[in-house]
């Protein structure tokens, strides 16, 4: 480390970093980055990493991208911030609109929050208290999907089904129903991923039977459950879900907040299912990468049920000093705007295409198995020599990812699961680079 960027030292003395036992550091100590420019970022010794993962799901059109930092740059210098409550401004209008527009027909309101967990928060608490407002007091609940993950803020914790998240917690969090996961990954010796589609919406409808009249809503990540290590399932499931959630009268919340905005091949993942939810969730790509923002849109029969001239407690009453923050709203606006003047999903099924040809040696690895990708999220897990898990304990996975770190990838696995969610701006090199040192690191990762 240069001796004139001291400065790296004290961050050990000074942070408490996300999702980190920070006497780790102790051995790895956090990478400083001093820019990052297209798909990449680069630290102070001109060591540089492909951003394979697009910096947590968040960066769609790489590193000071030219045509967001110019947008960016007006707005700072026309209105930074004002409060969204009695006030409103421009970019907060446009952008409402053509997430409207753009979204599955039905959804006519949007509702910002700041950040993933908390667009959850509000998704959670505007379907109960519609359900309130409706004279339905027993609807306290929902249901969640085994190993489903929505974020780590109390209520979000709630619909969470990943034990190291909400274990340590559970005394303060309200637990929701789990059903099934329609994970085709699960599916037994014999058994089609569509037969896992329909054992899981029997789970369902079995769930619903028992609990429904105390239920709100059911929470889902469409087409994949990122954080459980990219479980894939197919779009049958959200179209069958769909129709039990009518038919039960709960709530489908769609939590899109990783998927959306062309992940999954399509602009939303709910588009594959033709399903309009009641509530969905949008936050991560939707600055494309640059600002925290998130974004909760509802039909018009949820609004109509606030929208009254009776007491204060039938409003929605949920409000963040940044809501709909007038930076990150220009942010969105022009990352919505690159997906039109450069033809970004028909780009990307192009890519898509190619991807699964150069997957075959990936397919015939004999310490890959179930690699699978769903749009522009490719996943692979590293098993032994005979095709098991790996003990936990070994960290394989970490050792792929300080292999990959080392040759120029930041890959950053999920235990044995390592994944690729880049941006959308790979060029054929970047994704040449990606490919080969992916294998690289799975062979330093399983050998001996
Ligand atoms: C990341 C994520 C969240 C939480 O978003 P944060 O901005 O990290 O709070 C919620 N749901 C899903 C599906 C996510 O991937």
């Known amino acids: ?14 942070l408490w970093h996300p999702c980190t036992q920070m006497k780790a550091h102790e051995h790895f100590p956090p990478i400083p980055i001093a820019r990052g420019q297209g ?11 492909l951003d394979a993962i697009g910096s947590w799901w968040v960066n769609l059109f790489g590193h000071a991208n030219p045509i967001i930092n110019e947008r960016l740059k007006t707005q700072l210098d026309t209105l930074e911030h004002v409060l969204l409550a009695g ?15 753009r979204t599955p027909p039905g959804l006519t309101r949007v509702f910002y929050a700041d950040n993933g967990s908390s667009g959850i928060e509000v998704a959670l608490k ?19 999907l085994a190993n489903s993950y929505h974020g780590e803020t109390l209520g979000a914790l709630g619909v969470g089904d990943i034990p190291i998240f909400t274990q340590t917690y559970s005394p303060l969090i309200h637990p929701a129903f789990i059903a099934p996961a329609p ?7 014999g058994e089609s991923c569509s037969e ?10 079995a769930l619903l039977e028992q609990v429904a009249d105390t239920v709100c809503a059911v929470i889902v990540e469409p087409l994949v459950q990122c954080a459980a290590g990219m479980k894939m399932h197919e779009p049958a499931y959200l179209t ?11 709530h489908l919340i769609a939590d899109e907040i990783a998927v959306g905005f062309g992940r999954t091949g399509t602009l939303f993942a709910c588009e594959q299912a033709a399903i309009t939810p009641d509530i969905l969730c949008l936050s991560k790509g939707i600055t494309g990468g640059y600002l925290p923002l998130s974004a909760v849109l509802t039909t018009e029969p949820i609004y109509q049920a606030f929208y009254v001239d009776a007491p204060a407690r039938r409003a929605f009453l949920h409000s963040h000093s940044y809501t709909g923050n007038p930076l990150a709203c220009t942010a969105a606006l022009a990352t919505l705007s690159i997906f039109d003047s450069q033809d970004i999903l028909a780009r990307n099924r192009r890519r898509m295409a190619q991807i699964d040809t150069w997957l075959e040696p990936f397919r015939a690895h004999p310490h890959l198995a179930q690699v699978r990708r769903c749009g522009l999220i490719v996943a692979m897990d590293l098993v032994d020599g005979a095709g ?14 300080r292999h990959a770190l080392d040759h120029e990838v930041l890959l950053r696995p999920l235990g044995d699961t390592l994944y690729w969610m880049p941006p959308y701006t790979l060029d054929d090199e970047e994704w040449a680079l990606l490919l080969r040192v992916t294998l690289d690191a799975v062979h330093a990762a399983t050998k001996g």
């Open 1 to 14: 480390m240069s001796a004139n960027h001291a400065w790296i030292h004290r961050d050990l003395s000074a």
């Open 39 to 49: 798909s990449w970022l680069y630290d102070f010794d001109g060591r540089r990493y």
């Open 87 to 101: 006030f409103t401004h421009q970019p907060v209008i446009e952008l409402s609109e053509q997430l409207i527009a």
């Open 126 to 144: 505007m379907s109960f208290h519609f359900w309130q407002n409706q004279g339905q007091a027993q609807k306290t609940r929902f249901i969640a």
């Open 183 to 189: 994970d085709c990954q699960q599916a037994e010796a």
């Open 196 to 205: 896992v589609t329909q054992r899981a919406l029997a789970g369902m409808r």
């Open 240 to 250: 069958g879900l769909h129709a039990l959630c009518d038919e039960f009268s709960v």
């Open 388 to 401: 098991q898990p790996y003990p936990r304990a070994e960290q394989r996975g970490q050792r792929a990812y």
